[in-house]
């Protein structure tokens, strides 16, 4: 498996030919390929302990650990925080640029329900963000009613103590931020993206 030409793993049947194949890697590792073979960044491990390109693999299936999905967070965090003094349009483009990469990148590993479920706290991880740019109770108020909130949920919602974090997960804020809307603002679907890789897989 390689995504580019100097990154290559090589999978074998048992411990003996891993064993004789690092042996010639570490002896020719200066012409392999017409390549330098560098051993610091290279490893001989079981297929069950082996990290590649942000992957690991179990049961003959591709997975990501959990450091590759904190960095994912840590990326959808930057791109919605409170003080990037952006609007929501250009944060939206930044953050699906970002979205479409990663999974263009790790979307072929198993777990497309986990795709689903970064989708669902990246979404409400913008509904924060909205949330905070409208600030005044007013202007939420405001701003459901005329996302067809009901003004009693509305009001309530405007009104609440909750922090952004709490209050995104309000089902009048769902509502007025829906997956739909938030789509039709040019949010990229994670969903939608993971979807496409499997049904072409």
């Not at 609440?160 to 804020?173: E, F, L, V």
Request: charged share 25%; hydrophobic share 35%; net charge positive.
């Amino acid at each position: 498996m390689a995504r580019y030409a100097d990154a290559i793993i090589i999978v074998l049947g048992s411990q003996r030919a891993g064993e004789c194949v690092w042996r010639s890697l570490t002896r020719y590792r200066e012409h392999r390929l017409k390549r330098v073979v560098h051993i610091d960044k290279s490893q001989g491990v079981k297929v069950s302990d082996s990290q590649f390109l942000g992957f690991t693999f179990r049961g003959g299936r591709l997975h990501w650990p959990a450091k590759t999905e904190e960095r994912f967070k840590q990326r959808v965090r930057h791109l919605t925080h409170r003080h990037w003094g952006v609007s929501m349009r250009d944060q939206l483009l930044k953050l699906s640029q970002s979205l479409r990469g990663w999974v263009n990148d790790f979307g072929i590993a198993s777990g497309y329900q986990r795709c689903v479920e970064l989708g669902h706290w990246s979404r409400r991880r913008v509904r924060m963000a909205y949330w905070r740019q409208w600030r005044k109770p007013r202007t939420k108020v405001r701003n459901l009613i005329s996302r067809d909130v009901a003004i009693q949920a509305a009001v309530a919602c405007g009104l609440t103590r909750k922090g952004p974090w709490r209050s995104s997960k309000t089902p009048g804020i769902q509502q007025a931020l829906s997956h739909a809307y938030l789509k039709s603002q040019g949010l990229f679907s994670l969903r939608d993206g993971g979807s496409k890789l499997h049904l072409a897989q």
